[in-house]
């Protein structure tokens, strides 16, 4: 009997990971998402209140207004204009900046003080937006979802075989490891430079120069040096010597559809 569910529980996971397979309208990659597009909106309205409730949120002033400015611009020549678009400034000295899913993008202070120049911000707003627009959030999310599902699957197999609640919880514990260092890394990494080639398309159409996107990686390499952050086979970012090599061999492609203002 326990045979039969076990196979029952992968046939159903099966099913799950090949009816939430779509088609990337963008890219053509082929994406697994549980969610669906009309949910996205409401999540990220949910988790952008949630942000601006915990987090000193800037929706108005200097900053506020000049992020605002490219990323309006940016967003209406994206593949979703339609989307309900809102950019915001995160007061905190933190390099950073994020997308949630239907178009809800933070940039923090730090970022844009950081790069004065609107062409290198347009590169860092526009790879925000090429990531709601590609919906890398909610197809993270899902890897996520299915991966614990897998995993609580494997232990109560483990568990069913060998009758020992540690040898469970050991399988399920390097299952994490593995699927940490093997699946949601690496696709992470993917999707970094996913987002930097459509943001630098997105930046390049909307009028700023895309070759200041060049520029932005080589000064955050710079500013990075002897810091002694992670190893690149570590962290959901590839290196930044691969994103310039990636964004210098289709330079051409982005100058082609770069239209001064």
Same mark, same amino acid.
Request: a positive charge; aromatic letters at 6%; glycine letters at 4%.
């Given at each position: 009997m326990m045979m039969v569910k076990r196979f029952a529980l992968v046939g159903i996971m099966a099913w799950l990971a090949?009816?939430?397979?779509?088609?990337?309208e963008v890219t053509g990659r082929s994406q697994f998402i549980t969610i669906p597009p009309a949910q996205d909106d409401a999540l990220g309205l949910e988790?952008?209140?949630?942000?601006?409730?915990?987090?000193?949120?800037?929706?108005? $002033?200097?900053?506020?207004?000049?992020?605002?400015?490219?990323g309006a611009r940016i967003a209406a020549i994206?593949?979703?204009?339609?989307?309900?678009?809102e950019f915001v400034?995160?007061?905190?000295?933190?390099?950073?900046?994020?997308?949630?899913? $239907? $178009?809800?993008?933070a940039?923090?202070?730090?970022?844009?003080?950081?790069f004065p120049e609107d062409d290198m911000l347009a590169a860092v707003i526009g790879h925000e937006i090429a990531h709601a627009v590609l919906r890398h959030g909610a197809e993270q999310v899902?890897? $996520?979802?299915?991966?614990?599902?897998?995993?609580?699957?494997a232990g109560l197999a483990v568990g069913a075989a060998t009758g020992d609640g540690q040898s469970t919880q050991l399988a399920m514990t390097l299952g994490t490891l593995a699927a940490q260092g093997f699946v949601m890394l690496p696709h992470g990494r993917?999707?970094?430079?996913?987002?930097d080639h459509v943001g630098t398309i997105y930046m390049a159409k909307a009028g700023y120069d895309p070759r200041r996107?060049?520029?932005?990686?080589?000064?955050?390499?710079t500013m990075k040096d002897g810091n002694g952050g992670p190893p690149a086979f570590l962290s959901t970012h590839p290196t930044d010597d691969k994103r310039i090599a990636r964004l210098e061999a289709n330079m051409p492609d982005y100058l082609a559809v770069y239209a001064p203002r």
């Open positions: 090949a009816a939430c397979v779509t088609t990337n988790a952008m209140n949630q942000v601006k409730s915990e987090a000193p949120v800037r929706t108005t $002033g200097p900053d506020a207004r000049r992020v605002q400015r490219i994206s593949d979703r204009p339609d989307f309900n678009w400034v995160i007061d905190e000295p933190v390099l950073n900046a994020w997308a949630l899913p $239907g $178009g809800k993008v940039i923090y202070k730090k970022m844009v003080d950081t899902s890897r $996520g979802q299915l991966t614990n599902t897998v995993l609580a699957a993917a999707m970094e430079l996913e987002a996107a060049v520029d932005l990686w080589r000064r955050m390499q």
